[in-house]
C-alpha cells in the first residue's frame, strides 16, 4: 500500500457536511461549486461542471487514491475517449488551483496508479447570495441629455457606451455590461438602490448638453453605498471635440481610481472612431437602434444611419462592424422580401471592417454567426474560441461562444461561459435564457421555467413562447394557452405577427400545445409551404415549428435548405430529453445531417454530447459514431 504524506484521517459524518457545501477552501484556494469557479493564487477561473465532479470525486475518497479507471466511471461512465477527458480535467484543476509543473501541493499522481487530493479541506460558509460589491466594481449609468433638441439623446447615449468601453480597455476593472446600465435609463433611483440592483462599488453619473455645436457634459463618479462624490469635472468644448472629452472624463476616473487597482493613466483609453463629428452622430443613432432590434423599422432605421456614417467617413470600421451585424440579424426581428439581400450586406460589410480592422470584436462575432448561417459549426466554435483570446471578458462574444457549445450539445462546457459574465450583467436576460437552455437539457423543467420567467420579466419577447413550450411540457397544455393570451402583448414581435390571426392563433394552440394530430397536420402544411417558398425569410421561430408537430425530416431540411440567423438557438433546442427531440437525434439522416454542419469535426475538437459517441477504435470520423438517445 502506498504510504506517502496525506490528509489526516476524517470521520464519515465530517466528510458528509464538506461534500453537502457549495463552497470549500482547498488549500489556499477557494472553490464554489454552485458559482463553477475557483478562485486562489491563478485568480478567478470558471471550471466545467465535470471538471469539478473529478474534484468532487477526489475529495470523496477522504485522501485515499482515486484510479483512473474509477474517476473516469464516475464522472464520465464511458471508455473510449475517458483518458484524454481526465487528463485535461486534471491538468485545468491544478492549472485553478495554482499548482505548477513539479509542484503538485493540492492533486498528486500516484505512478500507474491515480490521483489524490493532499491539499487542506475547510468548509465556508455559502456567501453567494449576498456577496459584497467588489472595490473594482464600476458602472457607467445613462447620461441624462439636457438639450432643448431630443435627437441629441443618441450623443448623450454614445457618450455613455463610449466610456464604457474605455473603463473596459484597462482590463482591471470590473465594468457592468451595457445592457444592465441602459436598464436603469430614466429611472429615478438614488445611488445605494443602484449599487444593490447592478452589484457595484462605484458609480459614474453625467449630463450632456448639445447646443449650436458647443458641448457642455458634466460628469461624477461616486460611492454606490453612500452617494459620497470621489470627483466631479464639467468640460465646456466644441462638438468636434467629444472624442477629447470623453478620453478626459475617462482619464479621471481612472486617476481616482489607480489607488485601488495598478492602472496606467498615461496611454489612451478612448480610440478616436472617426474624423467626422456627423458622421459620428450617424454611428451612435444607427448602433442604439441595433442594440434596440425591436420593431419592423428599428433595424432597417438603423441600418440606414449606419449606412450614412460609412458613406460620410468611409473608413470607419467601427460602424462598418455595426452595419454587418444590423444586416445579419434583421430576417429574424422583420419582416422583408428581401431577407437575402441583407444576407449578402453583411457579408459585404463584414469584409469592409476586417480590411480596416482586423483585429475589431464585434467583427470577429458577426464572423461566427455566418460560419453557423453556412452550416460551418466547427469553425464557428473556432472562430468565437480565438476571439475570446484576442478578447478576455468580452461578454457578447463569450455569450456566443456558449450558444454554440450548447448547439453542439456541450451544455456543460457551456455553463461556465454563462456563469463566468453573469456578473457584468445581472439585468440582462440573455443569462436566464441562457442558463434555461442548460437546465431544459438536463430535465429540469421548473429550474427553466424560472430562468424563462426572469427574462420574460427582463423583456425577453421571444421568451413567451419559450414558457409556454416548457409548460407543454410538463402536459400542462391549457396553461400554456392561457399564457400566451395573457401576456400576448409582451410576446416579440415577430411572434405577435405570426399569430396575429384568431385562426392562425387557433390551428397552432390546437397543434403545438394540445397535440391534435389534425391541427398538426394543417400547420405542418403551412409551414412546409412557408419552406418551399423562396421569397419567405428563415427565422428561428418557423423552424422550431417543425420540431413542435413532431415532423424530424422536414426540420433538418428546413436548417439544411433556409438556415435562419440564429440557427445556433435553433440546434440547441433538439438536446432536450422529450420525444420530438429524441426523434430527431434518432432519426435516420441524422448522422449525415451533423457531418454536413461540421459537428463532428466540432465534437471531436471539444468533446462529445451524452446522447452521442464514437464508435470504440474510432475518433467517429466517416459517420463512425452511435446516437445513443
Given at each position: 500500500?502506498y ?9 464519515r ?22 458559482s ?9 477561473i470558471?471550471v466545467?461542471p465535470?471538471v469539478?465532479?473529478?474534484?468532487k470525486?477526489?475529495i470523496d475518497?477522504n485522501g ?15 471508455g473510449?475517449?475517458?483518458?484524454e477527458r481526465?487528463?485535461r ?7 485553478a488551483?495554482?499548482?505548477t ?10 505512478s500507474?496508479?491515480?490521483y489524490?487530493?493532499i491539499a487542506?479541506?475547510?468548509?465556508l ?6 456577496e459584497?460589491a467588489?472595490p473594482l466594481?464600476?458602472?457607467v ?17 454614445g ?13 482591471s ?30 458609480l459614474?453619473?453625467g449630463?450632456?448638453?448639445c447646443?449650436?455645436?458647443?458641448l ?9 453605498k ?6 466631479s ?7 468636434a471635440?467629444?472624442f477629447?472629452?470623453?478620453?478626459r ?5 481612472l486617476t481616482?481610481?489607480s489607488?485601488l ?12 472612431l472617426t474624423?467626422d ?9 444607427g448602433r ?8 419592423q ?14 458613406e ?20 429574424e426581428?422583420?419582416?422583408t422580401?428581401?431577407?437575402q439581400?441583407?444576407?449578402e ?10 480590411q ?8 470577429k ?8 448561417h ?15 483570446e484576442?478578447?478576455?471578458g468580452?461578454?457578447?462574444t463569450?455569450?456566443?461562444?456558449a ?5 453542439m450539445?456541450?451544455?456543460e462546457q ?18 436566464p ?24 420579466n ?16 410538463s402536459?400542462?397544455s391549457e396553461?400554456?394557452?392561457?399564457f ?11 411572434d ?6 384568431p385562426?392562425?392563433?387557433h390551428?397552432?394552440f ?5 397535440k391534435?394530430r ?23 421561430t418557423s ?22 440567423p440564429?440557427?445556433?438557438y435553433?440546434l ?10 429524441a ?13 454536413r454542419?461540421?459537428?463532428v ?8 454530447p451524452?446522447?452521442?459517441?464514437p ?12 446516437v445513443?438517445?
Amino acid at each position: 500500500m502506498y504510504k506517502g504524506h496525506r490528509q489526516p484521517v476524517r470521520t464519515r459524518f465530517f466528510w458528509l457536511v464538506l461534500r453537502s457545501m457549495t463552497q470549500l477552501r482547498i488549500g489556499t484556494s477557494r472553490v464554489n461549486f454552485a458559482s463553477l469557479v475557483i478562485e486562489g493564487e491563478s485568480g478567478r477561473i470558471s471550471v466545467e461542471p465535470k471538471v469539478l465532479e473529478v474534484l468532487k470525486a477526489l475529495i470523496d475518497a477522504n485522501g485515499d487514491v482515486v484510479t483512473r479507471e474509477d474517476l473516469i466511471d464516475q464522472v464520465w461512465g464511458v471508455g473510449f475517449g475517458g483518458d484524454e477527458r481526465l487528463s485535461r480535467a486534471i491538468s485545468l484543476l491544478r492549472k485553478a488551483l495554482g499548482d505548477t509543473r513539479g509542484n503538485h501541493q493540492h492533486i498528486e499522481t500516484i505512478s500507474k496508479r491515480g490521483y489524490r487530493l493532499i491539499a487542506s479541506l475547510h468548509a465556508l460558509e455559502d456567501s453567494s447570495a449576498s456577496e459584497p460589491a467588489s472595490p473594482l466594481s464600476i458602472a457607467v449609468l445613462p447620461f441624462v441629455n439636457l438639450s432643448s433638441n431630443p435627437d441629441q439623446e443618441v450623443l448623450a447615449d454614445g457618450m455613455t457606451e463610449e466610456l464604457l468601453n474605455a473603463l473596459n480597455q484597462t482590463g482591471s476593472l470590473e465594468v457592468t455590461g451595457r445592457t444592465s446600465s441602459f436598464a436603469l435609463k430614466g429611472q429615478n433611483k438614488d445611488s445605494r438602490e443602484i449599487g444593490r440592483s447592478l452589484n457595484v462599488a462605484h458609480l459614474i453619473e453625467g449630463s450632456l448638453r448639445c447646443d449650436q455645436g458647443r458641448l457642455r457634459v458634466t460628469a461624477q463618479l461616486v460611492k454606490a453605498k453612500d452617494g459620497f462624490q470621489l470627483w466631479s469635472g464639467a468640460f465646456d468644448e466644441s462638438l468636434a471635440d467629444i472624442f477629447e472629452v470623453q478620453e478626459r472624463i475617462a482619464r479621471c476616473i481612472l486617476t481616482e481610481l489607480s489607488c485601488l487597482i495598478d492602472i496606467d493613466v498615461s496611454k489612451s483609453v478612448t480610440p478616436k472612431l472617426t474624423r467626422d463629428p456627423q458622421a459620428y452622430a450617424a454611428f451612435v443613432q444607427g448602433r442604439e437602434l441595433y442594440h434596440k432590434r425591436i420593431g419592423q423599422l428599428t433595424l432597417p432605421t438603423a441600418i440606414s444611419h449606419l449606412e450614412k456614417a460609412v458613406e460620410l467617413e468611409p473608413e470607419f470600421a467601427d460602424a462598418w462592424a455595426a452595419l454587418a451585424m444590423a444586416h445579419f440579424v434583421l430576417p429574424e426581428y422583420s419582416k422583408t422580401s428581401q431577407w437575402q439581400d441583407h444576407m449578402e450586406a453583411s457579408r459585404e460589410a463584414l469584409d469592409k471592417v476586417e480590411q480596416l480592422d482586423p483585429s475589431n470584436s464585434l467583427a470577429k462575432l458577426t464572423k461566427a454567426y455566418i460560419l453557423e448561417h453556412d452550416l460551418r459549426f466547427d469553425e464557428a466554435a473556432l472562430t468565437s474560441e480565438k476571439a475570446l483570446e484576442e478578447h478576455p471578458g468580452d461578454s457578447e462574444t463569450e455569450v456566443h461562444f456558449a450558444f454554440t457549445l450548447m448547439a453542439m450539445g456541450l451544455h456543460e462546457q457551456a455553463e461556465p461561459l454563462i456563469r463566468n459574465t453573469m456578473p457584468q450583467n445581472p439585468l440582462s436576460p440573455i443569462y436566464p435564457v441562457l442558463l434555461c437552455g442548460v437546465r431544459r437539457a438536463l430535465g429540469d423543467v421548473e429550474g427553466a421555467l424560472g430562468h424563462y420567467q426572469k427574462a420574460f420579466n427582463l423583456g425577453h419577447g421571444p421568451s413567451g413562447i419559450a414558457i409556454a413550450t416548457l409548460k407543454m411540457q410538463s402536459e400542462k397544455s391549457e396553461q400554456s394557452v392561457a399564457f400566451i393570451k395573457k401576456h400576448f402583448g409582451g410576446l416579440d414581435a415577430m411572434d405577435q405577427s405570426t399569430l396575429g390571426s384568431p385562426i392562425t392563433r387557433h390551428l397552432v394552440f390546437g397543434a403545438y400545445f394540445r397535440k391534435k394530430r389534425g391541427y398538426r397536420w394543417i400547420v405542418k402544411q403551412m409551414l412546409e409551404s412557408r419552406l418551399n417558398n423562396p421569397a419567405r425569410q428563415a427565422t428561428a421561430t418557423s423552424v422550431a415549428g417543425f420540431l413542435l408537430v413532431d415532423e424530424p425530416k422536414l426540420w433538418m431540411k428546413n436548417v439544411l435548405e433556409k438556415p435562419n440567423p440564429y440557427v445556433a438557438y435553433t440546434l440547441s433546442r433538439i438536446w432536450d430529453p422529450i420525444n420530438e427531440c429524441a426523434h430527431v437525434r434518432l432519426h435516420e439522416d441524422f448522422p449525415a445531417f451533423a457531418a454536413r454542419l461540421g459537428l463532428v469535426r466540432a465534437w471531436q475538437r471539444y468533446g462529445w454530447p451524452p446522447q452521442i459517441q464514437p464508435n470504440p477504435g474510432t475518433d467517429g470520423s466517416d459517420l463512425q459514431f452511435t446516437v445513443i438517445g
